[in-house]
């Protein structure tokens, strides 16, 4: 199949990729415009400067990066202190009022809001089907609150960029300002045009997606939560752009560190619902835990979450620098961590095209997902962070 894209990428005129009409003879009468050019990040301290195809091929090749061209102060704010410091519980500690939300996680809800998030032809960030996607992510969890009959307390709100997809917050207050936030992006790409072709995504992200949102409504049910007893805020997020270089969570932390949030954890789900390619490899059904560019206190007690709350294991798994938008949360100063479906080189190999279906997709290994991000967001809800602070670097 990506043979059979490349070949049909390489046949046709480079108009047509670029989305850009050429008039008969239009180049005996125009002067051709140098194409924009956006800094990347391609590891620590590298960097280069592309344009927009450049970036395209770079993820056709495997390459991550960070679009850091208006981000390139993000973390220097919180530059002399150490995510690390921060002090996860050593045990849950939260088993009965997790386990009486958990029988209201559904499958059927996630395989609704799934359905309706892959009926848009594609949620490219700069499309107005993206466009439309955002705002349908952000009216279903108005709905959610509104049916919770939390509308008093929990509040989501749009988070605007300079392109017409935008990014959505929802807001559970705590006792403090202390915030626990869980992610996924709701973007979608087809990597060949990504402008003209479909992309549904029900992998990435839409599953992520999906299984946060229903997470989200299930919280919503424990009216202890809702009305605010819960010792920390929780913050879910719907990041826009994230396949074009993170550049919607990059945005949203980088708001968060000028105005001197106080994040403590942040969790990203970036494709929940594959299993195939691990009963292929002939290897148990597992939760993928990343082990690189992550916090390791955060990581240490996600696993901690999964063997209590999840009838599947864990396994370690590496994804390279800036993998999902649980970088842009650490490099802004705050403990990330990041679970994906299963070790990476078992992880779904439909993405970023049109065959990204949700016929591939398990909604039982979405469901373990969700389970163990219940059990995350509930336990470090009430956890005591103030014990420990943030201390100066030595680096």
């Not at 509308?151 to 300002?177: C, E, L, M, Y």
């Not at 919280?219 to 929780?234: H, Q």
């Not at 990041?338 to 993405?351: L, R, T, Y």
Request: hydrophobic share 40%.
């Amino acid at each position: 199949m990506k043979f059979l894209q490349t070949s049909l990428v390489a046949a046709l005129p480079a108009a047509l990729v670029s989305g850009r009409f050429v008039a008969e003879n239009e180049g005996d009468h125009v002067i051709l415009e140098e194409p924009a050019k956006y800094l990347i990040e391609l590891g620590p301290g590298e960097t280069q400067w592309v344009t927009e195809e450049d970036k395209w091929d770079l993820r056709r090749n495997g390459q991550r990066f960070m679009d850091i061209t208006d981000t390139r102060d993000l973390g220097s704010l919180r530059a002399q202190f150490r995510a690390a410091t921060v002090q996860f519980p050593d045990k849950c500690v939260k088993q009965k009022e997790v386990g009486q939300l958990a029988g209201n996680l559904s499958k059927d809800e996630m395989l609704k809001n799934l359905e309706k998030l892959t009926s848009f032809h594609t949620r490219y960030y700069k499309s107005d089907y993206g466009r439309q996607s955002s705002e349908w992510v952000l009216d279903k969890v108005n709905q959610i609150i509104k049916d919770a009959g939390a509308s008093d307390t929990v509040t989501a709100s749009p988070f605007a960029h300079s392109w017409p997809q935008s990014s959505v917050i929802a807001r559970i207050p705590g006792k403090s300002n202390t915030t626990v936030v869980i992610g996924a992006h709701q973007d979608s790409i087809n990597l060949w045009l990504p402008a003209i072709l479909a992309a549904p995504g029900a992998d990435d992200d839409g599953s992520g997606t999906v299984t946060i949102l229903e997470v989200f409504r299930t919280l919503l049910g424990d009216k202890d939560v809702v009305g605010g007893s819960a010792r920390n805020t929780v913050e879910f997020h719907w990041y826009s752009a994230e396949e074009a270089g993170l550049l919607g969570s990059q945005a949203i932390f980088q708001a968060y560190e000028k105005a001197g949030r106080d994040v403590k954890a942040m969790l990203q789900q970036d494709m929940t619902g594959y299993a195939q390619g691990t009963i292929d490899a002939g290897k148990p059904v597992s939760v993928g835990v990343i082990t690189d560019y992550v916090d390791p206190g955060l990581t240490a007690f996600i696993k901690k979450v999964i063997e209590e709350y999840c009838s599947i294991p864990w396994v370690e798994t590496k994804c390279g620098y800036a993998c999902s938008d649980h970088a842009s949360a650490s490099k802004a100063g705050y403990p990330s961590a990041f679970v994906i479906e299963s070790a990476f080189e078992n992880s779904d190999q439909h993405i970023h095209g049109t065959e990204d279906l949700i016929k591939y997709l398990s909604f039982d290994h979405m469901l373990e997902h969700a389970k163990m991000t219940l059990g995350l967001v509930y336990e470090l809800a009430y956890h005591d962070f103030s014990s420990a602070r943030d201390e100066p670097s030595e680096l």
